[in-house]
Each structure stands twice: as structure tokens, then as C-alpha cells.
């Protein structure tokens, strides 16, 4: 299942930070999102994941079809690693989490709480929830902060995996995850034009959604 983006325009703080932005995700591959600080990464990947609405623009994807990882966490500081995921595998409707558990080395804690791992486990445990999600399309935003190398290595054999069972990525991250055949979109020449430049005006401001 492709996820499609047609001349997409996004905000930050009711302020335009993209435009024109378009590509296509088809099942298998995986596209890097690159470009400096501030330049719309995580509000771009927000509002494909549908937590605000664009500007402008068209987004087409099944409904449900995507699992957003942002730079938060998302734990319960006083449930263990396997209640964290077990919480999360019940919302999503999925089953066991072994699987999950063992792709992100976290077997040998899952009886730890949440609130006594290192900030590396705590993002690998973040991480696990993808696996659980049962989603095809995965967006990641600097999924690999906290990690050490191995985590990295680790995590980017996860997503190999997931890209070879019919899955896709969309990543905004300038580490190497080892995934060679991945496409880069730079979204510095995508940064919106001031409103009296010609550039789209904001009509809303996420600080209220």
C-alpha cells in the first residue's frame, strides 16, 4: 500500500515551514528525510501521521496504516518493559510480544520498570512499539537519539526486515542505518516563502490542537 503526498504544505506555530512537498512510499522502501535544524522535519512527519492538518496539499494512505515514533517515548515510568509493550500491543489489537522484545534486545529486562532502564533501553523500548503496531508504514523521527552503535546496527536491521516484509519508512535522521538502496529527499529547497513573498499563509496554529 503506497503512502502519497501531492504539493503538501505544512505550519509550525501557525507559521508556514513547507511547500510543494510531494513524493510517493511504496511498500518495501524507505525515504530519509534530510535537511538543517528547523526546517520542518518533525512538522512535516506530524502532519502526515494526522496530528494537525496541512495548509495545503493532499495525503493518501489506508487508514491506519501508520505507526508514528516521534522523539518522545511514550512509556509508563512504573510498568515493566513487557507491560509497556503489552499496553501497546492491546491498543493496536496485536498479539504476542516476543518478537518484539528479542528484535530490540530488551528479553533479559522485561521484568525491569520503565523508570529504572538507561535512556539507550528506554529508546529501544520506544522503538519495540512499532512492532507491535502490526502497521505498514513507519515514521520515525530521529529514531536513533540515545542509541549507542550497536542500538543503531541493531535498530537498522529492524527496519530491513520490516522493508522486506512489504513494509515502509519515511525517516528524518542523518545517522546511517544501513540501508543502502534508500531514497533521500532534502527538503531545504521546500521551505516556504514568506506570506509576502507569494508564500501560503497560515490559517491555524497546532499550540491549540
Do not use: C
Not at 14 to 40: D, M
Not at 43 to 61: D, H, K, V, Y
Not at 128 to 144: C, K, N, Q, Y
Request: aromatic share 4%.
Amino acid at each position: 500500500m503506497n503512502l502519497s503526498v501531492t504539493d503538501l504544505a505544512v505550519a509550525r506555530g501557525g507559521l508556514p515551514v513547507l511547500e510543494g512537498v510531494s513524493f510517493t512510499l511504496a511498500p518495501g522502501r524507505a525515504l530519509i528525510l534530510r535537511g538543517p535544524n528547523g526546517i520542518g522535519k518533525t512538522t512535516l512527519l506530524r502532519t502526515l501521521a494526522g496530528l494537525q492538518p496541512p495548509l495545503a496539499g493532499e495525503i493518501s494512505a489506508p487508514p491506519e496504516a501508520i505507526a508514528y515514533a516521534s522523539h518522545a517515548d511514550g512509556l509508563k515510568a512504573t510498568l515493566t518493559v513487557a507491560e509497556n509493550l503489552t499496553f501497546w500491543a492491546r491498543i493496536f489489537g496485536t498479539g504476542a510480544i516476543a518478537p518484539a522484545l528479542a528484535a530490540m534486545n530488551l528479553a533479559g529486562l522485561a521484568d525491569r520498570q520503565a523508570q529504572n532502564l538507561s535512556a539507550g533501553q528506554k529508546r529501544r523500548l520506544g522503538l519495540a512499539r512499532l512492532l507491535v503496531s502490526g502497521r505498514p508504514v513507519w515514521m520515525l523521527d530521529e529514531p536513533t537519539v540515545s542509541l549507542d552503535t550497536a542500538s543503531v546496527a541493531l535498530f537498522g536491521g529492524v527496519v530491513r526486515a520490516h522493508l522486506a516484509a512489504g513494509g515502509s519508512a519515511l525517516i528524518a535522521t542523518h545517522i546511517d542505518l544501513g540501508l543502502p538502496e534508500a531514497e533521500l529527499l532534502d527538503l531545504t529547497p521546500l521551505k516556504a516563502k514568506p506570506p509576502g513573498q507569494g508564500g501560503i499563509t497560515g490559517a491555524f496554529d497546532e499550540a491549540f490542537l
